[in-house]
């Protein structure tokens, strides 16, 4: 994009306040790095969690002075001059229709891509197979399908492309509408109807009815026309026997994509093909396509290096953003970049590099290894950069892989980003530090989504604990805090000192609250800045008398109130010896006055639950009169009172198990447990499976092992059929005994599996509830028994 914001004012209908400017880049997340702060427009956006206006005085303090907001900030004059303001009723309505007006001055082909599922991999396979010289081609960067993320992909578009393809998701109805009127497809693509977003929706019917509203005044539409309701639906809204109508029937999926194993992936190849026909332009051979690895992946590395896999698309927006990513999760350690080379970016080698080099400075990349032809012609941009030391070369991934020294990478956070044909998955495997095939994927995005889903429900000054005890119940404690403080929580707790110490080496500068804190641990949780739990008069005179040792006044501390769970806290009756105490302690200092409910998830319990509510109000409001201090903080609501109880919100919450997505259907499921098939046999009627002897076959039977047994988590309970794992999206029964490193899956109803399939253990199916149910047992219980020897990895879509 580039307009001037007077433009922007007269296209959005708002009124400039301050200097015209000349603006190429739009921001709308204070956190994200903004490489051309002169240029951009912060867009500030107003959500139920976060308000964009509360960030304009940070994003001033680093450069920007354009932005599109509801109102100009109070005395905007005096403590922002020079700033520019363009004042909208609504600001994300506001860019939408930029978004509108940028994408009516393209004038070449547009194609939206929308379904329940498979939007993103058509979208990505029809940029696998654009043909050289059939001139530029851009697609939405990866999951840019909201309402935000269309405007933004939009915005992307530079004018000289042949064929633009944008993604399309809504969630509930009336969401499409404003879609269609910034895309205007010529082409559209339905790809299926399935399961998701359906809570919010009548029917089928109706979510289908919303969908094809993106296609009202499209040239051509795209579909299965075997499925009777797409084709029912497709055929009602324009005509059965309109010439806009391309449906494919099953026989062309066998025709076209035969050599994809799967029916998902022929369905997507089919759209593909159609796509193609249409447009009469012969695409690559289809034998070129890959998998789509849809997702930021995030794993730990050898010599205390941390990895990001990335190779899903190679052109500056997707490195820009996964280079945010980086910047997110890097923490204290140096960033290292591997980057092949980029293409069909439609910029002269010379021009794009030279934008990469500043791209790798904005992010403080500290070495860079470049692998490619290319981008190894283009050297001298980055080594004048980095120098010859920190700045290398190869011709190929071959060449990298055998002249590099692992060490180098050692402490580092290293982005692999690299174009398909280069094959960089096997650098990552290389720096990768485990290799078991079991593995416990830890879906970022899906957690942010469940804390503002928590965030939606409290005042917007109500703060936000997070727990991330027990390594984050068991998805890694350093991982999911640098997510979190990205997301902008107010306070993290912990169980033990331990926990704390090691988010602080991670760089993890949020407040700290640890929740078991003993007298052995209290000179240590001094030196890392963390803030303890005080339960007893022993425990708050013996951190006392530590921070007199260390001549500290006013350290902070967090009291813990006992209201009727009786594990940990102070009594009732002990308050006014409390308050005396407190008085006369100058070393200490309260930061938060909290209790726990003992059964807030439970509706039989309520009165209880309301009768520790009461309490701890009198017993809480006691302590700040007599301290007289109005600043202290109160919190008594974990995930379940977040929810049920929001007369209880007090000034703080802290939330726990929600964040993982578990125990509530509304949620997303944030961790699943997978692994492979590694073996397969045919037995006979007779045969004996695992240790004892306790799986007998009865019949022909198929049989697959999985690495996994009980010494990963995989429960000896769930044995001998009690559990099931989940394999081409059919149920399977476990059959014999668990074993410590392996279990055996009776798959005799699933003749199609092959050794390779992936086996979910847990995760959208079967749920951890319905894991804990056979082993009666909770949910928290499962997810935290996951054994530190799988692997995690960390995906942010």
């Not at 990866?142 to 530079?158: D, E, F, H, P």
């Not at 699943?672 to 073996?679: A, E, G, N, R, S």
Request: proline share 4%; with cysteine.
């Amino acid at each position: 994009m580039d307009y001037t914001l007077s433009q922007i004012a007269a296209i959005t209908g708002g009124t400039l306040h301050g200097d015209d400017r000349r603006m190429t880049a739009i921001a709308t997340d204070s956190r994200n790095h903004i490489a051309r702060p002169d240029e951009t427009l912060f867009v500030a956006l107003a959500g139920p969690s976060h308000d964009g206006h509360h960030y304009i005085p940070d994003l001033y303090g680093r450069g920007v002075r354009s932005f599109l907001v509801g109102s100009v900030p109070l005395h905007a004059a005096e403590t922002l001059p020079g700033a520019s303001f363009v004042t909208v009723p609504d600001p994300l309505t506001a860019l939408q229709a930029l978004a509108a007006y940028h994408r009516n001055q393209y004038n070449g082909t547009v194609v939206a891509v929308t379904g329940s599922n498979g939007k993103t991999v058509v979208k990505e396979w029809i940029a696998q197979l654009w043909p050289e010289g059939a001139g530029r081609l851009f697609r939405s960067p990866r999951s840019y399908n909201s309402q935000l993320g269309v405007a933004l992909s939009l915005l992307m578009i530079r004018g000289d492309e042949q064929l633009v393809v944008i993604e399309a998701g809504i969630s509930r109805p009336g969401e499409m509408e404003r879609l269609e009127a910034m895309i205007r497809p010529q082409i559209g693509i339905l790809t299926n109807l399935g399961s998701a977003h359906s809570e919010n929706f009548n029917s089928d019917e109706q979510k289908l009815d919303e969908k094809l509203k993106l296609f009202q005044r499209a040239e051509s539409i795209i579909y299965h026309a075997d499925s009777p309701l797409i084709a029912k639906h497709v055929g009602k809204r324009f005509g059965k026997s309109s010439e806009r109508l391309h449906g494919w029937r099953a026989d062309e999926v066998i025709d076209t994509a035969s050599h994809f194993s799967d029916y998902a992936s022929r369905e997507n190849a089919v759209h593909v093909a159609q796509l193609y026909k249409l447009l009469g332009i012969t695409p690559k051979p289809f034998s070129v396509l890959q998998p789509v690895a849809m997702r930021l992946e995030q794993r730990e590395g050898i010599l205390g290096s941390t990895v990001i896999n990335d190779a899903y698309n190679s052109d500056l927006t997707a490195l820009g953003i996964a280079l945010d990513y980086l910047d997110q999760n890097a923490g204290e350690r140096p960033k290292a970049l591997i980057l092949s080379d980029i293409l069909q970016a439609g910029l002269k080698t010379d021009e794009l590099y030279r934008q990469v080099a500043a791209l790798v400075q904005e992010h403080g990349v500290a070495d860079l290894a470049g692998i490619g032809p290319e981008i190894t012609s283009a050297a001298h941009h980055f080594v004048a950069l980095l120098g010859p030391d920190h700045a290398r070369f190869y011709a190929t991934t071959d060449e990298f892989l055998r002249h590099t020294d692992k060490e180098r990478y050692a402490g580092q956070a290293i982005l692999v980003k690299g174009s398909r044909m280069f094959g960089f998955e096997r650098i990552s495997r290389m720096f990768e530090k485990r290799t078991h095939t079991t593995t416990l994927e830890v879906n970022l995005g899906a957690m942010a989504a469940n804390l503002a889903h928590f965030r939606a429900m409290l005042r917007p000054e109500t703060r936000v604990m997070v727990m991330v005890k027990a390594h984050s119940y068991g998805t890694g404690s350093g991982e999911v805090a640098a997510m979190l403080q990205h997301e902008g929580v107010d306070y993290l707790a912990v169980a033990f000192a331990d926990e704390g110490i090691a988010l602080r080496e991670a760089g993890i500068h949020l407040p700290i609250v640890v929740l078991n804190s003993d007298p052995g641990s209290f000179a240590v949780m001094a030196d890392y800045d963390l803030e303890p739990e005080i339960y007893s008069f022993t425990s708050l005179r013996n951190y006392a008398a530590e921070m007199r040792s260390r001549g500290i006044t006013g350290a902070p501390i967090h009291l813990k109130m006992d209201t009727g769970m009786h594990r940990l806290g102070f009594m009732p009756d002990e308050i006014e010896t409390l308050c005396e105490e407190l008085k006369a302690e100058a070393a200490v200092k309260v930061r938060s006055i909290f209790s726990h409910l003992a059964a807030s998830e439970d509706p039989a319990e309520d009165d209880f639950t309301r009768g520790q509510i009461a309490l701890f109000e009198r017993m809480s409001g006691r302590i700040i009169e007599a301290l007289g201090d109005s600043s202290i903080l109160r919190h008594i609501c974990n995930s379940a009172g977040i929810a049920r109880f929001p007369e209880a919100h007090f000034d703080m919450v802290r939330l726990g198990v929600g964040l993982y997505g578990i125990e509530n259907p509304e949620l997303q499921v944030a961790a699943t447990l997978k692994t492979q098939i590694v073996q397969i046999k045919t037995l006979d009627r007779g045969d004996t499976v695992g240790y004892n002897r306790r799986g007998v076959v009865t019949g022909p039977m198929r049989t697959a092992t999985i690495p996994i047994g009980y010494a990963d988590g995989m429960d000896r309970g769930l044995g001998r059929g009690a559990g099931q794992v989940c394999i081409r999206g059919v149920l399977c029964p476990t059959f014999g005994n668990i074993c410590m490193d392996t279990c055996m899956i009776d798959i005799t109803a699933l003749p199609e599996a092959q050794e390779g399939d992936e086996v979910v253990i847990f995760g959208e199916r079967p749920t951890v509830q319905e894991v804990a149910r056979v082993l009666d047992t909770i949910s928290y219980e499962v997810l935290t028994s996951v054994s530190a020897r799988i692997k995690r990895i960390y995906v942010r879509e």
